[in-house]
């Protein structure tokens, strides 16, 4: 029997927002399929703007009125490490639901689920050991000027599909150490994990109005981003998605950050093996079956090893086991609905009509009659000012580009609208640092996919504005106050401080 959403979570007919479970205001609902057998997942209530304006005013009340504000940050951090705590006890549901809603293979879910609660335990941890005021020589006559760093105010969190899970704990969380109130908005094709949360926050006490959870498609969601009575707006998604909600927050000035789309380089330099390479590149392309705005997707060679490359990879590409994300065997599994398969069809056509070498891959398996499943594909040839090459694809495409050297091979990398993720391959440690620092790339990895997930992740140009993770994550959701003081408070005398 198929495992339904509704055996995993208890409230799905319903909101949590101001510290209980409410009906929704209409009886409209969202169906989620199942990416591997487009089966019936389950139903959630749908938001609209009436259900949108009682959670930003269940924030507004929290924050405006709440204790949460003005409780110390290791307060708050005693919260998040019981929120950490009851998500510690939901990993297997959060990892059935991340498999089942987005396509990721069950035993790397299983895998990475874990790293959830950590980012609640990271940031609590912060409580003790960022620096939320800090005391400076007064310049204008005073005692003392103290920077302090507080609360933005109340957050709309808008996460996306593909990493629901990862992605709102990427934005709840540092917004709680702060002192924010937040609005969660989940995504009507994966709002599972968004439940699960609400569940724990509940079970681990949370004030009232901290934590409101819904979920909603476009129009409910535009109303979020327009409340005046959101102070911040935190977003990721589609680049075309970021320019509306950065357009719209610009008109209120309402604070904003976009964590956007990427067409990454991989750039592999003439003294690396083209075997290695492949064998590196192939590995991280399956990730999540390509839906990763990170994914190395361009892959830039010297001219005379391009066919060496494509080689390799298609070598690698045709051995990837693709099918039920929940098999011991499975490899790669569906994308995460029929849309996104459409749309990855659409550009496997646009790249074969704009002369690219179909090299494997470009179709559903043949032995799969149901599911959104796409086979891994490589394109060869394929010019960086292409369809393919330009825009973000959002599933297991790789374009390989030749390159005549490594000048002109950092021209093409740069040669996007993007800047998210990059890597570097070669042997020699000083030129990979001199290639990583000319291309232009919130991250970039030596000879390999590689993130840090408790150092800043963002990108450059149309990759979006500010950073998520690690300290930088925190910043934006503090406002900075410089306060000159006549005399040194009391609890700033400490030589500790």
């Known amino acids: 029997m198929a495992t339904t959403l509704e055996q995993l979570v208890k409230h799905p007919q319903k909101f949590y927002i101001g510290g209980a ?54 307060e708050r951090a005693a919260y998040m490490t019981r929120l950490a705590d009851e998500l510690d006890k939901r990993l297997d549901d959060l990892a059935k639901i991340w498999t089942i809603e987005a396509g990721i293979v069950y035993s790397l ?7 959830l609660p950590k980012t609640y335990r990271y940031y609590a941890a912060l409580a003790t050991s960022y620096a939320f005021e800090e005391l400076y020589p007064s310049e204008s006559g005073g005692a003392a000027a103290i920077l302090v760093r507080e609360p933005v105010g109340v957050v709309g969190a808008i996460v996306p599909w593909n990493d629901a899970p ?34 724990a926050a509940e079970a681990a006490g949370f004030p009232d109005g901290v934590l409101n959870i819904l979920t ?49 380089p991989a750039v592999v330099l ?37 066919d060496e490359m494509v080689d390799a990879l298609r070598a690698r590409f ?47 398996p043949a032995d799969i009659e149901r599911g959104f499943f796409i086979e891994p594909t490589i394109f060869g040839n394929v010019d960086n000012t292409s369809t393919i090459g330009r825009e973000e694809i959002f599933g297991p495409v790789l374009s390989v580009i030749p390159a005549r050297d490594e000048q002109e091979a950092v021209a093409i990398a740069n040669e996007t ?26 991250t970039v990895g030596h000879n390999s996919y590689r993130t840090e997930v408790n150092l800043s992740f963002g990108g450059f140009k149309q990759s979006g504005i500010g950073r998520e993770g690690g300290k930088e994550g925190l910043l934006p959701y503090l406002e900075t106050k410089v306060i000159v003081v006549d005399q040194i408070p009391d609890h700033l005398k400490s030589p500790s401080l």
Request: proline share 4%; net charge positive; with cysteine.
């Open 21 to 74: 479970w409410v009906s929704p205001s209409s009886h409209k609902t969202i169906a989620i399929a199942d990416s591997a057998t487009e089966e019936l997942f389950g139903q959630v209530a749908e938001a609209e703007e009436e259900d949108i304006n009682k959670a930003v005013a269940a924030a507004r009340h929290a924050f405006d009125y709440g204790p949460w504000p003005k409780m110390t940050h290791g």
């Open 109 to 115: 879910s299983r895998s990475r689920i874990v790293n």
């Open 166 to 199: 990862g992605l709102a704990a990427k934005k709840v969380a540092p917004a709680l150490l702060a002192g924010c109130t937040v609005i969660l908005k989940s995504s009507p094709e994966s709002p599972g994990a968004a439940y699960v949360l609400a569940e």
């Open 216 to 264: 909603a498609d476009r129009l409910a969601s535009e109303r979020l981003v327009a409340h005046s009575g959101v102070d911040k707006i935190a977003f990721t998604g589609s680049t075309a998605a970021g320019r509306k909600i950065a357009s719209v927050c610009g008109e209120r000035v309402a604070r904003v950050t976009l964590e956007l789309g990427g067409k990454s």
């Open 270 to 306: 003439d003294d690396y093996d083209i075997e290695t390479a492949a064998e590196a590149i192939a590995t991280k392309s399956t990730f999540l079956t390509g839906q990763v705005c990170a994914a190395l997707s361009r892959v830039i060679v010297p001219r005379h090893r391009h």
């Open 318 to 364: 045709e051995k990837i086991k693709v099918g039920d994300p929940f098999a011991s065997w499975c490899e790669m599994g569906p994308l995460a609905m029929r849309r996104q398969l459409e749309k990855v069809e659409s550009y496997i056509a646009k790249g074969t009509a704009e002369g690219a070498r179909l090299v494997t891959g470009g179709k559903r």
């Open 417 to 442: 609208n993007f800047g998210l993720n990059a890597a570097v391959f070669t042997n020699d440690i000083d030129r990979a640092y001199s290639v990583a620092r000319q291309i232009r790339s919130g």
